[in-house]
């Protein structure tokens, strides 16, 4: 049977030497007298461990986008399945259809109901097509803003789930208002009465991204990336090409790992995960995502609305701020 967060056809090259340890543990439990080897699988899984620590520490940013697009990694599907009771999913914009690539519902995360609202990758090949690989388009955006127009109605709190290389760049798209539908996103979601909290879990590209995270509280788990552009799109643009080497100067530069971007001040918190990733234990990540959103919630369910728009604006608004004093 697999190890957890095995895939036969995405192996990360900087885990080679973690692979052959445990397809050396695999390979000996496996035996009929596995019981004759425990002081050996004892210092397999030592050594294992150990391997995860140091190379898990280490990650360069470009290592790091590697991770959050592991194909075992959690999507927002997966996670609405564990820590989402009675969810009630909710179609459609009015306006053009439903767009496959993001998700909104009625939700209970633990005891706090809220309105959810998550990029939707796919997970098998027909769904990936479907959903255009994560990427929404302008109904897409349009519906995640009628439903949290809806939460502010009946005084639900917003939890947004962000896993998505960016808007679809179709002509299509664009035709039907794709900037216009994320702009209006970012100006309606920074003066919605109630509170809003956005992770990104995994992928967070561009204003695809930006147009269901403007909260209260960002939130980034640990392996995932959040930047204006992906290092392929920036390699091909500074350097005309993008390969192995471009990608990984591109994601040095755009600082978009999750501890840049606390640096930075452009989410609050990093929420931790499983040593050697999200994709090697799912359920503990869920964990870990469940308790950060409820215990957040309930921290901004204690400020008024008026005080929860203001601090919002401000949130957003120091952002990119600098003071720069000439010499005299």
């Known amino acids: 049977m697999p190890r957890p967060g095995y895939s036969p056809l995405y192996q990360l090259d900087f885990e080679t030497p973690i ?18 080897y425990t002081d050996e699988l004892a210092q397999l899984n030592e050594t294992r461990l150990g391997l995860l620590q140091k190379i898990y520490a280490n990650l360069s940013p470009w290592q790091t986008v590697r991770i959050a697009r592991h194909p075992l990694r959690p999507q927002t599907t997966d996670y609405m399945s564990m820590i989402c009771r009675d969810f009630c999913e909710l179609h459609g ?70 896993d998505t290389p960016g808007a679809y760049p179709g002509v299509g798209s664009e035709q039907r208002g794709q ?6 996103n970012l100006m309606e979601m920074s003066r919605l009465r109630t509170p809003i909290v956005s992770v990104v879990i995994g992928e967070g590209g561009s ?18 990336w959040y930047s204006v552009i992906s290092p392929e799109g920036c390699a091909a643009i500074l350097w005309k090409e993008a390969n192995e080497d471009t990608n990984n100067r591109a994601a040095q ?3 978009l790992t999750a501890r840049r971007n606390l640096e930075n001040g452009l989410i609050d918190e990093v929420i931790s995960e499983p040593l050697g990733g ?30 929860l728009v ?3 604006l401000d949130k957003f608004r120091r952002m990119g701020a600098f003071a720069d004093e000439l010499a005299v």
């Open 310 to 312: 203001r601090q919002r």
């Open 93 to 162: 914009d009015r306006a053009f259809g439903d767009d496959p690539a993001i998700i909104t519902g009625f939700a209970r995360i633990g005891s706090v109901k809220c309105m959810l609202i998550g990029h939707n990758k796919g997970k098998t090949v027909a769904e990936k097509v479907a959903a255009h690989f994560g990427c929404a388009h302008p109904e897409g955006y349009r519906k995640a803003l009628l439903k949290m127009k809806l939460a502010e109605k009946l005084g639900l709190p917003i939890v947004t789930l962000v």
């Open 19 to 36: 692979l052959d340890i445990e397809r050396q543990i695999d390979a000996i439990e496996e035996r009929p007298d596995a019981d004759r």
């Open 253 to 255: 530069c755009l600082a």
């Open 207 to 224: 204003g695809g991204a930006l147009g269901i995270a403007v909260a209260d509280r960002v939130g980034m788990l640990e392996h995932a």
């Open 179 to 184: 900037a216009q539908a994320i702009a209006v």
């Open 278 to 307: 999200a994709h090697r234990d799912p359920r503990k990540a869920a964990d870990f995502l469940q308790t950060w959103i409820v215990d957040r919630l309930r921290d901004l369910s204690r400020v008024n609305p008026e005080a």
